[in-house]
T-cell receptor, first 109, second 114 residues
Framework: GQQVMQIPQYQHVQEGEDFTTYCNSS?????IQWYKQRPGGHPVFLIQ?????EVKKQKRLTFQFGEAKKNSSLHITATQTTDVGTYFC?????????FGKGTSLLVTP | DSGVTQTPKHLITATGQRVTLRCSPR?????VYWYQQSLDQGLQFLIQ???????AKGNILERFSAQQFPDLHSELNLSSLELGDSALYFC?????????????FGSGTQLSVL
């Protein structure tokens, strides 16, 4: 079945530094979604990418979907302490949504 | 608040026991997904229901079962519990359950098997 892999597993940055997490799939994805889970919280939807090569921005967050639709990335510019949490990518398989293991981001003031 | 309600928030039980987790989806959503979150496995998809019918199955153990009722709430039954079943169980809902809609997650049920 489809495997969605994420790297790195953990990332510790100083506030103001940039952060990137990468998501790779063993198969071509029809779409990819990104979620954020704050410590002690539940996953919250951030964005969905559908088109090959698509780039979407949400303030300091930039999401990309690869040309082959097998990989995606989330880049955060100038991290803030409010960015702390685990970022998950998820790919659709049939009717299900398979999540990667996530990248946990820690931001030190 | 996502609009998805999960009860109970915490559950402590012993090995070999059986528990039931409950989920009420957002108003108007027809589809319910169940996920298991543990530290080393991330968010594992278990099963999905749409309007009362099972639609997709993931890595759900035979000891686990679920159903969605006519009022669209769902229950996840875990039996013959083992220590390794200790995890955070999330329910999520979506309008049509097509796999390309965003999911709204509940706050989860933290299960501890002692």
């Amino acid at each position: 079945g489809q495997q969605v892999m994420q790297i790195p597993q953990y990332q510790h940055v100083q506030e103001g530094e940039d952060f990137t997490t990468y998501c790779n799939s063993s198969t071509t994805l029809s779409n990819i979604q990104w979620y954020k889970q704050r410590p002690g919280g539940h996953p919250v939807f951030l964005i969905q990418l559908v088109k090959s090569g698509e780039v979407k921005k949400q303030k300091r967050l930039t999401f990309q979907f690869g040309e082959a639709k097998k990989n995606s990335s989330l880049h955060i510019t100038a991290t803030q302490t409010t960015d702390v949490g685990t970022y998950f990518c998820a790919g659709t398989v049939g009717y299900a949504l398979n999540f990667g293991k996530g990248t946990s981001l820690l931001v030190t003031p | 608040d996502s609009g998805v309600t999960q009860t109970p928030k915490h559950l402590i039980t012993a090995t070999g026991q059986r528990v039931t987790l409950r989920c009420s989806p957002r108003s108007g959503d027809l589809s319910v997904y169940w996920y298991q979150q543990s530290l080393d496995q991330g968010l594992q998809f278990l099963i999905q229901y749409y309007n009362g019918e099972e639609r997709a199955k993931g890595n759900i153990l035979e000891r686990f079962s679920a159903q969605q009722f006519p009022d669209l709430h769902s229950e996840l039954n875990l039996s013959s519990l083992e220590l390794g079943d200790s995890a955070l169980y999330f329910c999520a809902s979506a309008g049509q359950g097509t796999g390309v809609e965003k999911l709204f997650f509940g706050s989860g049920t933290q299960l501890s098997v002692l």
